[in-house]
């Protein structure tokens, strides 16, 4: 049997999350279920169809209306909140290795443009957005930043750093800085290194012209299969959306559903 696109495991951590529903009107189609919603969303995240294309047998309403739930819930924080509750999570069941943490990007095309898109350098300049993401060892995205596809890697080295949530679940104060932070050589700068120790955190980023491509991968290789789990979400291999909250919310939800697998030991 085919699994269901919103598991009961996910719809109890999402729905405390979502906003009441609003009152029924005296007349006309009701307003279609959140979670019937939040089933044709997920749909458009992994297959990557037009919004217009969602197969009506599956009773999530039009995609005009699955959209417009997607951009309300991001507004409200709703995917953000979402992806920190799972890492609450993680954090909770012993699950995040904060001994080493891991930096890189990704670019991917933007075929309609919008903020945050540039013209790519590794794709004859044509528009395009990146997306730099931080993980732990294990490669569980902790927080990601996305910019135009002509933005340095280590412009926004410091905000990606700051972004990760003070994240909760065990006793004492909740923690957001690793002990370590592998980098490759687009963050060799001294200001990178010096924003790791204001923060007490080892940089171990490679140096140009000193270490070799080897040995980069011996702890980076977790974010790479972290960028590989995104892109299965078929959705965010090409940036579709003209607009950033929508793109962004695709991300924040992805990286959740990547919490999810997990939380549950799947990988």
């Known amino acids: 049997m085919t699994l269901p ?17 609003p009152p029924k009107p ?37 995609g005009v209306t699955c959209w417009r739930r997607l951009r309300d819930w991001q507004t409200l924080g709703v995917w953000d909140r979402l992806h920190r509750e799972f890492l609450r999570q993680l954090r909770d ?10 930096m890189d990007s990704s670019s991917i095309a933007a075929k309609k443009g919008g903020a945050a898109t540039g013209p790519n350098p590794t794709d004859r300049g044509r528009p395009g957005t990146k997306r730099h993401l ?22 926004p080295f410091e905000d990606l750093l700051d972004s ?4 909760a679940g065990k006793r004492g104060r909740p923690r957001r800085r690793p002990a370590k932070l592998h980098a490759d050589k687009a963050y060799d700068h001294r200001r990178c ?16 012209g000193i270490e070799t491509s080897q040995k980069l991968g011996r702890h980076r290789w977790v974010i790479e299969r972290s960028f590989a789990w995104l892109n299965r979400f078929r959705r965010l291999t090409v940036r579709y959306e003209r ?25």
């Open 193 to 208: 290194r010096r924003a790791c120790h204001r923060r007490q955190i080892k940089p171990r980023i490679a140096r140009r």
């Open 243 to 267: 607009r950033l909250d929508i793109h962004h919310a695709f991300t924040s939800l992805a990286c959740s559903l990547i919490c999810m697998r997990a939380l549950q030991g799947r990988f």
């Open 26 to 62: 005296k007349g006309g189609r009701p307003p279609v279920p959140a979670r019937a919603a939040l089933t044709g969303i997920l749909f458009v995240l992994r297959t990557g169809i037009p919004w217009e294309m969602l197969p009506a047998e599956m009773g999530c309403g039009s």
């Open 5 to 21: 696109l919103v598991p009961e495991s996910l719809w109890s951590i999402i729905e405390p999350l979502l906003p009441p529903a």
């Open 164 to 167: 990760i949530p003070p994240i």
């Open 134 to 155: 931080i993980t732990d060892r294990r490669g569980i995205p902790l927080a990601f930043i996305l910019t135009g596809a002509n933005v340095h890697d280590s412009v």
């Open 93 to 102: 069941a012993d699950r995040i290795d904060w001994s080493r943490a891991c």
